[in-house]
Protein backbone atom coordinates (compact mmCIF):
# COMPACT_ATOMS: atom_id res chain seq x y z
CA UNK A 1 0.00 0.00 0.00
CA UNK A 2 1.45 3.39 -1.29
CA UNK A 3 -0.16 6.79 0.55
CA UNK A 4 0.98 10.51 -0.66
CA UNK A 5 1.88 12.47 2.86
CA UNK A 6 2.90 15.31 0.82
CA UNK A 7 1.82 16.30 -2.23
CA UNK A 8 3.57 17.71 -5.44
CA UNK A 9 3.93 22.15 -5.11
CA UNK A 10 5.21 21.74 -8.71
CA UNK A 11 2.70 21.93 -11.07
CA UNK A 12 5.17 21.82 -14.32
CA UNK A 13 8.39 20.09 -15.43
CA UNK A 14 9.17 22.70 -17.72
CA UNK A 15 9.77 26.51 -17.12
CA UNK A 16 7.82 28.89 -18.92
CA UNK A 17 10.79 30.72 -19.97
CA UNK A 18 11.90 27.88 -21.86
CA UNK A 19 8.32 27.46 -23.37
CA UNK A 20 8.56 31.01 -24.39
CA UNK A 21 11.96 30.71 -26.10
CA UNK A 22 11.01 27.79 -28.07
CA UNK A 23 8.08 29.56 -29.40
CA UNK A 24 9.48 32.71 -30.01
CA UNK A 25 7.08 34.46 -27.88
CA UNK A 26 8.23 38.05 -26.18
CA UNK A 27 5.36 37.42 -23.71
CA UNK A 28 4.17 34.96 -21.34
CA UNK A 29 0.06 33.76 -21.29
CA UNK A 30 -2.51 31.73 -19.45
CA UNK A 31 -2.15 29.48 -22.73
CA UNK A 32 1.28 28.79 -22.63
CA UNK A 33 1.30 28.21 -18.48
CA UNK A 34 -2.40 25.74 -19.01
CA UNK A 35 0.01 24.10 -21.84
CA UNK A 36 2.93 23.20 -19.49
CA UNK A 37 0.37 22.27 -16.91
CA UNK A 38 -1.32 19.78 -19.40
CA UNK A 39 2.04 18.45 -21.13
CA UNK A 40 3.47 17.31 -17.28
CA UNK A 41 0.36 15.76 -16.67
CA UNK A 42 0.88 13.79 -20.12
CA UNK A 43 4.41 12.93 -19.06
CA UNK A 44 3.50 11.14 -16.36
CA UNK A 45 0.80 9.57 -17.68
CA UNK A 46 3.12 8.27 -20.77
CA UNK A 47 5.66 6.71 -18.44
CA UNK A 48 2.95 5.52 -15.89
CA UNK A 49 3.95 6.70 -12.68
CA UNK A 50 4.67 10.12 -10.83
CA UNK A 51 7.32 12.37 -11.95
CA UNK A 52 6.86 15.38 -9.81
CA UNK A 53 8.44 15.20 -6.10
CA UNK A 54 6.62 14.03 -3.63
CA UNK A 55 6.98 12.24 -0.22
CA UNK A 56 5.26 8.74 0.27
CA UNK A 57 4.67 6.50 2.74
CA UNK A 58 4.66 2.25 2.01
CA UNK A 59 4.75 -0.56 2.69
CA UNK A 60 6.62 -3.12 0.93
CA UNK A 61 7.27 -7.23 0.54
CA UNK A 62 10.60 -8.63 0.84
CA UNK A 63 11.62 -11.77 -0.46
CA UNK A 64 15.20 -13.16 1.38
CA UNK A 65 17.42 -11.19 -0.36
CA UNK A 66 19.08 -7.80 0.85
CA UNK A 67 17.62 -5.68 -1.22
CA UNK A 68 13.63 -3.71 -0.65
CA UNK A 69 12.32 -2.41 -3.57
CA UNK A 70 10.39 0.73 -3.67
CA UNK A 71 7.68 1.41 -6.01
CA UNK A 72 8.42 5.60 -6.59
CA UNK A 73 11.70 6.66 -8.04
CA UNK A 74 13.74 8.46 -8.59
CA UNK A 75 14.28 8.01 -4.20
CA UNK A 76 15.71 11.15 -3.26
CA UNK A 77 16.00 10.60 0.59
CA UNK A 78 14.50 7.98 2.74
CA UNK A 79 12.76 9.84 5.58
CA UNK A 80 11.86 7.02 8.02
CA UNK A 81 12.51 3.45 7.87
CA UNK A 82 9.98 0.91 10.43
CA UNK A 83 9.87 -3.27 11.05
CA UNK A 84 6.01 -2.99 11.21
CA UNK A 85 3.00 -1.13 9.49
CA UNK A 86 2.76 -0.49 13.43
CA UNK A 87 4.69 2.54 14.26
CA UNK A 88 3.23 2.11 18.12
CA UNK A 89 5.41 -0.93 18.71
CA UNK A 90 7.83 -0.85 15.54
CA UNK A 91 11.37 -0.88 15.42
CA UNK A 92 12.48 2.18 13.44
CA UNK A 93 16.20 1.60 11.78
CA UNK A 94 19.13 4.30 12.23
CA UNK A 95 20.19 5.52 8.90
CA UNK A 96 23.66 3.75 9.13
CA UNK A 97 21.66 0.27 9.51
CA UNK A 98 20.22 0.08 5.60
CA UNK A 99 21.38 2.23 2.57
CA UNK A 100 19.48 3.81 -0.83
CA UNK A 101 21.41 1.69 -2.89
CA UNK A 102 19.84 3.00 -6.56
CA UNK A 103 17.61 5.92 -6.05
CA UNK A 104 16.67 5.14 -9.90
CA UNK A 105 15.59 1.72 -9.03
CA UNK A 106 14.47 2.47 -5.89
CA UNK A 107 16.73 -0.44 -4.16
CA UNK A 108 17.04 0.11 -0.34
CA UNK A 109 19.63 -2.51 0.75
CA UNK A 110 20.82 -4.51 3.96
CA UNK A 111 23.80 -5.73 5.25
CA UNK A 112 21.15 -8.14 7.75
CA UNK A 113 18.67 -9.09 4.49
CA UNK A 114 14.95 -9.05 4.69
CA UNK A 115 13.14 -12.01 5.49
CA UNK A 116 11.05 -13.75 3.18
CA UNK A 117 7.34 -12.71 3.75
CA UNK A 118 5.68 -15.28 1.99
CA UNK A 119 2.78 -17.39 3.51
CA UNK A 120 3.22 -20.64 4.72
CA UNK A 121 0.23 -23.15 4.68
CA UNK A 122 -0.15 -27.09 5.05
CA UNK A 123 -1.53 -29.92 2.68
CA UNK A 124 0.40 -32.76 4.36
CA UNK A 125 3.80 -31.22 4.14
CA UNK A 126 4.28 -27.26 4.02
CA UNK A 127 4.02 -25.25 0.72
CA UNK A 128 4.79 -21.72 0.17
CA UNK A 129 1.49 -19.72 -1.03
CA UNK A 130 2.49 -18.16 -4.13
CA UNK A 131 2.59 -14.02 -4.35
CA UNK A 132 1.32 -14.23 -0.44
CA UNK A 133 4.00 -12.21 0.28
CA UNK A 134 3.17 -9.79 3.66
CA UNK A 135 3.91 -6.16 3.69
CA UNK A 136 5.62 -5.86 7.26
CA UNK A 137 7.92 -3.13 6.20
CA UNK A 138 7.36 0.57 6.63
CA UNK A 139 8.81 3.11 4.87
CA UNK A 140 8.69 7.11 4.66
CA UNK A 141 10.58 8.40 1.29
CA UNK A 142 10.88 11.33 -0.79
CA UNK A 143 11.07 10.88 -4.81
CA UNK A 144 10.97 12.58 -7.88
CA UNK A 145 12.04 15.74 -9.60
CA UNK A 146 11.69 19.10 -8.61
CA UNK A 147 12.12 22.11 -10.95
CA UNK A 148 14.08 24.70 -9.27
CA UNK A 149 11.45 24.88 -5.88
CA UNK A 150 12.53 25.04 -2.10
CA UNK A 151 10.73 24.47 0.57
CA UNK A 152 12.00 24.61 4.28
CA UNK A 153 8.31 22.94 5.68
CA UNK A 154 9.73 19.69 7.61
CA UNK A 155 7.19 17.57 5.69
CA UNK A 156 9.85 17.10 2.77
CA UNK A 157 12.92 15.10 3.16
CA UNK A 158 15.09 17.59 1.27
CA UNK A 159 15.17 21.18 0.82
CA UNK A 160 16.74 22.60 -2.15
CA UNK A 161 16.45 24.84 -5.14
CA UNK A 162 18.24 22.28 -7.44
CA UNK A 163 16.59 21.82 -10.73
CA UNK A 164 16.72 18.00 -11.08
CA UNK A 165 14.41 17.17 -13.59
CA UNK A 166 16.60 15.38 -16.56
CA UNK A 167 17.36 17.52 -19.54
CA UNK A 168 15.52 15.11 -21.76
CA UNK A 169 11.54 15.21 -19.49
CA UNK A 170 12.16 18.71 -19.82
CA UNK A 171 12.49 18.78 -23.65
CA UNK A 172 9.39 16.39 -23.94
CA UNK A 173 7.26 18.47 -21.88
CA UNK A 174 8.32 21.35 -23.50
CA UNK A 175 7.99 19.96 -27.22
CA UNK A 176 4.17 18.34 -26.15
CA UNK A 177 3.43 22.13 -24.65
CA UNK A 178 4.67 23.82 -27.44
CA UNK A 179 2.64 21.55 -29.59
CA UNK A 180 -0.94 21.70 -27.36
CA UNK A 181 -0.51 25.55 -27.27
CA UNK A 182 0.08 25.69 -31.28
CA UNK A 183 -2.31 23.18 -31.95
CA UNK A 184 -0.09 21.02 -33.98
CA UNK A 185 0.66 18.41 -30.99
CA UNK A 186 1.69 15.02 -32.78
CA UNK A 187 2.38 16.98 -35.69
CA UNK A 188 5.79 17.62 -37.22
CA UNK A 189 5.36 19.61 -40.30
CA UNK A 190 2.31 20.61 -42.10
CA UNK A 191 2.44 22.46 -45.79
CA UNK A 192 -0.73 23.86 -47.49
CA UNK A 193 -1.25 23.13 -51.60
CA UNK A 194 -1.13 20.41 -51.76
CA UNK A 195 -1.82 19.33 -48.38
CA UNK A 196 0.73 17.30 -46.86
CA UNK A 197 1.21 15.91 -42.71
CA UNK A 198 3.87 14.58 -41.28
CA UNK A 199 3.49 13.03 -37.94
CA UNK A 200 5.95 13.15 -35.30
CA UNK A 201 5.06 9.50 -33.14
CA UNK A 202 8.13 7.74 -33.45
CA UNK A 203 12.39 9.05 -33.60
CA UNK A 204 14.42 10.33 -30.54
CA UNK A 205 13.51 13.77 -30.55
CA UNK A 206 9.94 13.83 -30.57
CA UNK A 207 7.69 13.86 -26.61
CA UNK A 208 7.36 10.26 -26.52
CA UNK A 209 10.93 9.17 -27.90
CA UNK A 210 12.15 11.21 -25.29
CA UNK A 211 10.17 10.11 -22.54
CA UNK A 212 10.87 6.50 -23.27
CA UNK A 213 13.75 5.67 -21.07
CA UNK A 214 11.98 6.35 -18.38
CA UNK A 215 8.38 4.51 -19.17
CA UNK A 216 7.86 1.33 -16.49
CA UNK A 217 7.36 -1.90 -17.92
CA UNK A 218 5.12 -4.05 -15.32
CA UNK A 219 6.70 -6.77 -14.30
Same mark, same amino acid.
Given at each position: ????C??? =?????A?????????????S??G????? =? @????????????????Q????????Y??Q?L???? =?????V??????????????????E?????????????? @????? =?? @?E?????S??????????W???? @?????????S????W??????????????R??L???????Q??????S???????????????D??????????????
Amino acid at each position: MITVCTSA =TDTQLAALGDLMAMLGATASSSGMDLSL =T @QASDWAERYVGYPLRRQVYEETVASYGTQRLVLSR =TPVTKVQRFFNSTSTADATEFASSEYRLADQGAGFIERD @QGYRW =TA @QERWNIGSYIVPNSELKPWLLVY @QAGYQLETSSTSDSWATTTTENTVPPSIERAVLLRAAGMYQGTSGIKSMKVGPLGITYSSEGEDTPEGLLMPFVRVAG
